[in-house]
Nanobody, 122 residues
Framework: QVQLVESGGGLVQAGGSLRLSCAAS????????MGWFRQAPGKEREFVAA????????YDIDSVKGRFTISRDNAKDTVYLQMNSLKPEDTALYYC???????????????WGQGTQVTVSS
C-alpha cells in the first residue's frame, strides 16, 4: 500500500503562486510515476501533470503549460506542483496520485490522496 498526503493549498489572488506538496509513504519503491489531478465544482476530475520518478520526464495539459511545474524529490518521496500566474479557472480540489506504471495516455493511477483545495480569487 501507498499513502499520499497533500499540502500547500489555499486562497490566493489571480496572478499569485502556490506550491503543492505530496508526500508518499509505504511501498514507495514500487511507484513509477506520480501526478496531480484537479476537480472543479460541477466538473469531472481532470489530469493536470505527471512525472516519471526515475527519468524525471514530465507531462502536463495545455492550459497549465508555462505556468505550472511538476517536480520530485525521490529522497523524500515527495512530488511538488509549483503553480504560478494562477487564474480563477484554476480553482479546484487538487489530488495527488501515484502509479505502478510510467505515465501514458489514459493515465489511471493506483493511489490517491485526499485532496487539497486551491481557490483563486479574481
Amino acid at each position: 500500500q501507498v499513502q499520499l498526503v497533500e499540502s500547500g493549498g489555499g486562497l490566493v489572488q489571480a496572478g499569485g503562486s502556490l506550491r503543492l506538496s505530496c508526500a508518499a509513504s509505504g511501498r514507495t519503491f514500487s511507484i513509477y510515476s506520480m501526478g496531480w489531478f484537479r476537480q472543479a465544482p460541477g466538473k469531472e476530475r481532470e489530469f493536470v501533470a505527471a512525472i516519471n520518478r526515475n527519468t524525471g520526464r514530465t507531462y502536463d495539459i495545455d492550459s497549465v503549460k508555462g505556468r505550472f511545474t511538476i517536480s520530485r524529490d525521490n529522497a523524500k518521496d515527495t512530488v511538488y506542483l509549483q503553480m504560478n500566474s494562477l487564474k480563477p479557472e484554476d480553482t479546484a480540489l487538487y489530488y495527488c496520485a501515484a502509479s505502478y506504471k510510467f505515465y501514458s495516455r489514459n493515465y489511471s493511477p493506483d493511489y490517491w490522496g485526499q485532496g487539497t483545495q486551491v481557490t483563486v480569487s479574481s
